[in-house]
């Protein structure tokens, strides 16, 4: 408890009332505008005047002015007075009678029909299915019968609508639409005076307890209940709202949204109709009546008149979070939506969210906090704000006044605890996070992006590096200096490179590579800054690093050019002349290039094969002149002679006669001078080479199948690639039958040869040039392939025959057919002999004109 | 008056009935706030609203004891269901149940569906009813079926100490008969006992979703045939229509 929803204010005193006469009491009080009417036990009707004002001190006071007092001239009190201000007229009940009186002059109407009689006690209908304006309804429960009756008070006259009976005898009534709620002696029940259908609702004794009967809404009813229990009621019987807890002796109620205010013997008592709860208490001796009219509530003891003023909405809603009581005034501020202007309630129902959230940012209930936080659509700044440097500086915002929560600063809110701060900078990473990710962040993103970076930066978290790769709004002023602080220079590159400074980027990173700064985010930083350069648009970054980075690492280094995308505009790319001339000083890296340019993009340039061959050769010249021969040394030589000699074989491009040059100086690379020789034709010397001196005929029958592709035939000119191997195979086999070498011929290798490679040598040819002596026994292999090459292909040619045969008979019988029957057959008189072909081409003529 | 806006409008009622202290109010505090704490006596009555998928369901939670007892029928005013609760340490709070409760349900829906719930299983085998068990119901036939009327004994005691069962699942299924007859819905196609006699513990949780999810399952076809009718039972305070005269004021 302890809201202050009401304040008690004094509006008539017991003076202006009855002065010192002790026996007079206020009876029944009535209030319409400005017009307040007292009706007291001695017969009078007072009559007064509100004002109402607010004092100096912000609080309402009312000045009351008693306009005229009038004696009904009868000895009984009077029991209820009710005002029709339509009509203007005032409704009095006195003596078991209603009267009608004017309501300024107080004088009851001339007209003797203008009165009930033999009425206990009535109510007004607020809400009336009548739709006439200038009538008002009544219900009226009648003293003589054990009935309630519905009657219709014109200006001048009273009209009987309706009489029903009831079961036991009604003691308080309450009126909406077609619905009486009656209390009866021992319950309570709904009447619809339309239909006469009736609805018990509960027991309740009325002898033992004064019953309640209130309307608080349209077909809603507010009940005492057994217990001391404020009961709601439909028209149908049900109840949509827990009861209220009131005490036994409750003498009066009324409803004033979002609460029920019920009087007793010593207090007013305040529940809200929200939540049940009890409110507020507020002490008030001998109280007689309270009641609500048109939303005030007005109580009164038995000598004078007050009000319960309802303090502002918004002042009870703080005064809730001052409590931190942060559920009750949510649940107050989301009760008043119906009772102020929709755009005032978003906009205070927006501020309170707000308010709750930091309420809860200050418990560190952070759960919740965001999501009052995120419903209150919260400037993200705000909550920026309380963490020290991380706004930007260049940011224009201001907090937000009335501030909405008390804290300077995190400092402040955590005292110093580090455990709590380092939760809230958690809170906020991942609030920020969620809001980046979500919303448009309220048009706010150098503030959220900035304030990220330096959260993630200061907290070492590994999604810096994602903020910074993807698309963010990070203010480069702001947070170059924090990332330096907190020694992120790569992340510190990669926002230079993402505010396209690309320049300050490398040069950054260039400093973490040589240790000058430190930064262990990337181990593999210098990897990084060269795949960076082989990207990178500007050429002349480009050269300006490529010294550091190939004097760094060569292998590596070169990346930079071998990398480098091969498309790409005009401006970006490379030209491979100049990096050649540029790579001239660093060996490792031009024949890497090299071989990226011949081997890889293929580049068809003299140069570039030449200068590869070159490099290749001048290799294989260091390793064969060093003198030591380690194993690994053979290994790098054979790997350097392979290089060597694929170039050699795949390549057509480079200059035969310089390579020739550099090779012939050396008896050990004949492999590579037959390959030369091959390369200008020379296929006697090539072979002669590699039979006779490097006596190696496995690679004399490679050479043969790779001249007969790769070399390009001088003679005769257009000889096919079969012919062209068939020429070298003789050539090769001639070479083994030379008897003019030293060694003589070479029978074996010859026979051999021929029969593995039978099928590449003209066999008719073959036979010429054998000598006399070779057993067939001995040929076996080769003659038997050669006969059955011979007949394959006579066979072949067969097959071909017959089958262009059948064919063209096909084709004959197509035609013949297709012919439309009984169709001309154009015949050629000049031909006597008819022939099948002639019809053919008559025919295709005629098809070649149809299509 | 404008319906607080917290309070959604309810698509279906459920209420809890049972004599006092059989554990009405902790029974729907295990279920909505997923612990066991101490209640005071409910005054009145209380009512929570759960947020059941797309549907509110409101669950009305009495007041058992006497005193409150006149409340009870309005309170049952077109309820889908009502969860009939009483001490299974406690013969009387079952027998209470036929004598004194299922007149209340007089004023429920022609096709609520009734349940009968046996509270406080914790304090008959702490064994069997210790937090969540994985297993549905429990048969505990012979511990307490030849203890039939004893009478009277009060429930809720010194909970470390194991009490007598006093009602067993028989009788607890004998009774929903006996509702079902009373209501002349026994021919019915009515769901049988088994499926809606529940021993339950709000103290350790046990077989407390389960109760209150087979109800919600099963009121589910009242609230689509009371959405597609449209014709809501309680009244929309929201919605502004011109009172018909046609319009009864009883069901």
Redesign the interface.
């Known amino acids: 408890m302890s809201v202050k929803a009401f304040e008690l204010v004094p509006v008539v005193e017991r003076e202006l009332l009855m002065g010192e006469k002790a026996r007079i009491n206020i009876e029944c009080l009535e209030c319409c505008g400005k017009y307040l009417y007292v009706g007291t036990n001695d017969c009078f009707i007072h009559h007064f005047l509100l004002e109402e004002q607010t004092n100096a001190k912000g609080r309402v006071v009312y000045l009351s002015q008693k306009l005229q007092q009038k004696h009904l001239g009868l000895k009984k009190g009077v029991v209820e007075l009710k005002a029709a201000s339509a009509l203007e007229r005032l409704i009095v009940l006195c003596d078991a009678t209603i009267y009608v009186h004017d309501m300024l002059s107080l004088e009851a109407l001339p007209s003797g029909s203008a009165k009930i009689k033999g009425v206990l006690s009535f109510c007004v209908n607020e809400n009336p299915v009548s739709a006439d304006p200038f009538c008002v309804e009544l219900g009226v429960i009648s003293s003589r019968r054990r009935a309630v009756q519905i009657y219709t008070v014109h200006e001048d006259r009273v009209q009987l609508v309706k009489e029903l009976g009831t079961p036991q005898q009604p003691c308080a009534l309450s009126l909406d639409g077609y619905f009486l709620c009656l209390a009866l002696a021992s319950q309570y029940m709904i009447l619809n005076y339309s239909t006469g259908a009736s609805q018990d609702l509960f027991p309740f004794d009325s002898e033992e307890r004064k019953p309640i009967v209130k309307r608080i809404g349209r077909e809603e009813f507010l009940l005492a209940a057994p217990g001391g229990l404020g009961m709601f009621a439909n028209a149908e019987g049900i109840s949509q709202r827990a009861p209220v807890n009131w005490s036994e002796n409750v003498i009066g109620a009324a409803v004033c949204f979002p609460y029920v205010v019920a009087l007793d013997e010593g207090f007013v008592t305040v529940h809200s109709m929200l939540d049940q709860q009890l409110k507020q208490t507020l002490s008030f001796r001998d109280g007689h009546i309270l009641q609500d009219f048109e939303g005030k509530l007005v109580l009164s003891s038995t000598k004078a008149v007050y009000m319960l003023v309802p303090l502002p909405l918004e002042r009870q809603i703080q005064d809730l979070l001052a409590g931190n009581r942060v559920e009750e005034a949510l649940t107050l501020t989301e009760g008043a939506r119906r009772n102020i202007p929709k755009d005032r309630f978003q906009i205070l129902h927006k501020r309170i969210l707000q308010q709750a959230g930091f309420i809860q940012f200050g418990q560190l209930q952070f759960l919740e906090a965001k999501e009052h936080f995120r419903k209150g659509q919260l400037d993200v700044r705000e909550l920026i704000s309380l963490y020290p440097l991380l706004l930007p500086a260049s940011s224009s915002f201001t907090r937000c006044h009335p501030p909405l929560h008390p804290f300077a600063d995190l400092n402040q809110l955590t005292q110093g605890d580090q455990e709590k701060a380092q939760s809230c900078k958690r809170f906020l990473i991942s609030y920020l996070h969620e809001v980046r990710s979500c919303e448009g962040t309220n048009g706010f993103r150098e503030e959220v992006d900035t304030a990220l970076l330096k959260l993630y930066a200061e907290a070492d978290h590994e999604s810096l590096l994602d903020l910074l790769a993807s698309d963010n709004a990070c203010l480069l002023a702001d947070s170059a200096p924090w990332l330096e602080k907190h020694h992120k220079y790569f992340a510190l590159g990669l926002l230079y490179h993402y505010n396209g400074q690309d320049a300050s980027a490398v040069q950054m990173w260039v400093r973490v590579v040589d240790g000058v700064l430190q930064d262990s985010t990337r181990s593999d930083l210098f990897e990084y800054v060269v795949d960076f350069l082989s990207f990178c648009p500007s050429l002349d970054l480009v050269w300006k690093h490529a010294d550091w980075a190939l004097q760094r690492d060569q292998v590596v280094g070169v990346q930079i050019f071998t990398k480098r995308p091969v498309g790409g505009d005009q401006g970006s790319r490379l030209n491979p002349e100049d990096v050649v001339t540029y790579l001239q000083k660093h060996s490792h890296a031009l024949l890497l290039y090299l071989e990226h340019l011949v081997l890889d993009q293929q580049v068809q340039k003299e140069r570039f094969h030449t200068h590869l061959g070159v490099l290749y050769v001048e290799r294989v010249l260091a390793l064969l002149s060093q003198t030591s021969c380690p194993e690994e040394e053979k290994e790098a030589l054979s790997q350097a002679r392979s290089r060597l000699q694929r170039l050699l074989k795949e390549s057509s491009l480079y200059r035969v006669q310089l390579l020739m040059g550099k090779v012939e100086g050396s008896e050990s690379l004949l492999l590579e001078r037959a390959v030369l020789h091959g390369r200008l034709g020379e296929h006697e010397r090539a072979l002669h080479l590699l039979v006779h001196q490097l006596r190696d005929r496995r690679a004399a029958e490679d050479y043969c199948s790779w001249a007969a592709t790769a070399c390009v035939p001088q003679e005769p000119p257009n000889a096919t690639q079969q012919q062209q191997g068939t020429r070298l195979y003789h050539l090769l086999l001639a070479t083994y039958l030379d008897p003019d070498v030293p060694g003589g011929v070479d029978s074996t290798a010859a026979v051999d040869l021929l029969n593995r490679h039978g099928h590449a040598f003209d066999a008719a040819d073959v036979l010429g040039i054998l000598p006399e002596g070779w057993s067939l026994q001995l040929l076996r292999p080769f003659l038997s392939t050669a006969v059955r090459k011979s007949a394959h292909a006579q066979r072949t040619a067969q097959v071909a025959l017959g089958l262009a045969r059948s064919e063209n008979l096909q084709l004959l019988h197509d035609r013949v057919s297709s012919q439309p029957r009984g169709g001309v057959i154009v015949m050629n008189k000049n031909k006597v002999n008819f022939h099948p072909w002639h019809v053919c081409e008559r025919e295709t003529d005629r098809d070649g004109e149809r299509e | 008056?404008?319906e607080?806006?917290?309070?959604r409008k309810p698509d279906v009622k459920v209420v809890i009935l049972g004599d006092m202290n059989v554990g009405k109010t902790s029974l729907l505090h295990r279920y909505t706030e997923r612990k066991f704490k101490d209640t005071i006596s409910t005054?009145?009555?209380?009512?929570f609203l759960k947020q059941w998928g797309p549907y509110n369901i409101s669950i009305?939670d009495t007041?058992g004891?006497e005193?409150?007892h006149?409340?009870g029928?309005?309170?049952c005013?077109?309820a889908s269901a009502v969860i009939l609760t009483y001490d299974v340490t406690n013969w009387q709070t079952l027998a209470e149940l036929e004598d004194r409760f299922l007149s209340l349900t007089d004023?429920a829906n022609s096709d609520c569906i009734y349940a009968i719930v046996g509270n406080k299983a914790d304090l008959t085998d702490s064994g069997t009813h210790r937090a969540e068990p994985l297993d549905g119901q429990t048969e505990q036939e012979g511990v307490g079926t030849e203890l039939q009327p004893t009478g009277g004994g009060v429930g809720g005691g010194d909970p470390a100490a194991l009490l007598q069962k006093q009602v067993s699942q028989e009788d607890a299924r004998a009774l929903y008969n006996r509702v079902l007859r009373y209501k002349g819905m026994e021919d019915k196609a009515c769901p049988p006992a088994e499926r809606l006699c529940f021993e339950t513990s709000a103290k350790t949780g046990y077989n407390v979703d389960e109760l209150f999810e087979t109800i919600f399952d099963m009121v589910l076809p009242s609230i689509l045939k009371k959405r597609s009718q449209g014709t809501p039972?309680?009244?929309d305070?929201e919605e502004c229509r011109v009172?018909k005269?046609?319009?009864?004021?009883?069901?």
Do not use: E, N
């Open positions: 008056m404008p607080p806006a917290k309070m005054v009145g009555g209380a009512f009305w007041a004891r005193q409150f006149g409340l029928s309005m309170y005013r077109g004023t039972s309680t009244i305070l009172p005269s046609t319009k009864a004021g009883c069901c």
